[in-house]
């Protein structure tokens, strides 16, 4: 899992990539928050912010302490959900018109790198609760990773975009 990382002489790297993980949500949240304009985008937003704290809760308490799993369940959905509603609100913004599509295909990249992560958890723990070493659950977890930061990327290219156009 990539949370191991945060165990160790490096751990601080993974504590790095945690918190820059939970800035980038709440950044992208604070630059988002002219542009969602619906209930559903503004409920994504406080959904966006308790991923930022899961994301920072993750940072403070490495996988071997007790609370990374709250972090885990409080950050990982929640970046999961937040993408969906935030995007298909921005979709409806005629500023955001241009790149709808991209938005909204992006935004699902998220629920199905939790969805594949999660089956592959499940799938990897025996009955014994022990992992299953044949499980590939790290990679499952990295494809989470790597789908969440495509979408905070895609989002805060096109928010910069977007705020240099009306400047210009």
């Given at each position: 899992?990539?949370?191991?990382?945060?165990?160790?002489?490096?751990?601080?790297?993974?504590?790095?990539?945690?918190?820059?993980?939970?800035?980038?949500?709440?950044?992208?949240?604070?630059?988002?928050?002219?542009?969602?304009?619906?209930?559903?985008?503004?409920?994504?937003?406080?959904?966006?912010?308790?991923?930022?704290?899961?994301?920072?809760?993750?940072?403070?308490?490495?996988?071997?302490?007790?609370?990374?799993?709250?972090?885990?369940?409080?950050?990982?959905?929640?970046?999961?959900?937040?993408?969906?509603?935030?995007?298909?609100?921005?979709?409806?913004?005629?500023?955001?018109?241009?790149?709808?599509?991209?938005?909204?295909?992006?935004?699902?990249?998220?629920?199905?790198?939790?969805?594949?992560?999660?089956?592959?958890?499940?799938?990897?723990?025996?009955?014994?609760?022990?992992?299953?070493p044949s499980?590939?659950?790290?990679?499952?977890?990295?494809?989470?990773?790597?789908c969440a930061?495509?979408?905070?990327?895609?989002?805060?290219?096109?928010?910069?975009?977007?705020?240099?156009?009306?400047?210009?």
């Amino acid at each position: 899992m990539v949370s191991e990382y945060g165990v160790g002489p490096f751990g601080w790297v993974q504590t790095l990539v945690f918190l820059l993980t939970a800035a980038s949500a709440a950044l992208l949240l604070l630059a988002m928050r002219s542009a969602v304009k619906t209930l559903w985008g503004r409920i994504g937003l406080v959904i966006l912010a308790l991923a930022a704290i899961g994301f920072f809760l993750g940072a403070v308490f490495n996988a071997n302490h007790p609370l990374h799993m709250l972090a885990f369940f409080i950050g990982t959905p929640a970046m999961s959900l937040a993408p969906v509603l935030i995007s298909v609100s921005v979709a409806r913004n005629p500023a955001w018109a241009s790149v709808r599509r991209r938005v909204v295909w992006v935004s699902q990249l998220p629920w199905i790198g939790f969805v594949v992560n999660m089956v592959l958890f499940f799938a990897a723990v025996s009955p014994s609760g022990e992992f299953n070493p044949s499980v590939p659950v790290g990679l499952a977890n990295r494809l989470f990773w790597l789908c969440a930061a495509s979408w905070l990327s895609v989002m805060a290219w096109q928010v910069g975009n977007l705020s240099g156009q009306k400047s210009a």
